[in-house]
């Protein structure tokens, strides 16, 4: 395993480890987690369910880390879509439509982790090419 690959499957735990920090209150205590945040909830069954979506989705970061090269296609999918459209819907939800600040919080772990993981997974494509072994998208 290449040394940008092992930061790749570093960096994706330590987002999955922060998403889980809004999935747990999500789920056992939306309205502690979005009075926090300042976000106006009516029904907090939506909040729940937000969180337990977000729990399915960061289920399927996992199998990149464990085997880069066999779930390539999923690693790539975790920044696009994923990440990628995570990040820019929340942070156009708050500067364009107005939306609640707190929002930016997940933008910005979406997108921080995005950006990261999709720079150590070039750097991965580039070695693999360089060294004349690339990992095709399957």
Known sequence: MSHYAAWHGRVVWFGIILNMFFV???VLAPG????LLNIPLDQLIWARASGMLLFIIIVFYIPA????KRYRATAWFSIFPSRTFGA???????????QPVGFLSIAIVDGFIGITTFILLLLVT??????GSPVAIK
Do not use: H, I, S, Y
């Open 24 to 26: 747990f209150p999500l």
């Open 32 to 35: 502690w987690l979005l009075g």
């Open 65 to 68: 880390t464990w085997d880069l």
């Open 126 to 131: 580039l070695e693999e090419r360089k060294m």
């Open 88 to 98: 820019t819907f929340f942070t156009v939800a708050v500067f364009l439509f107005g």
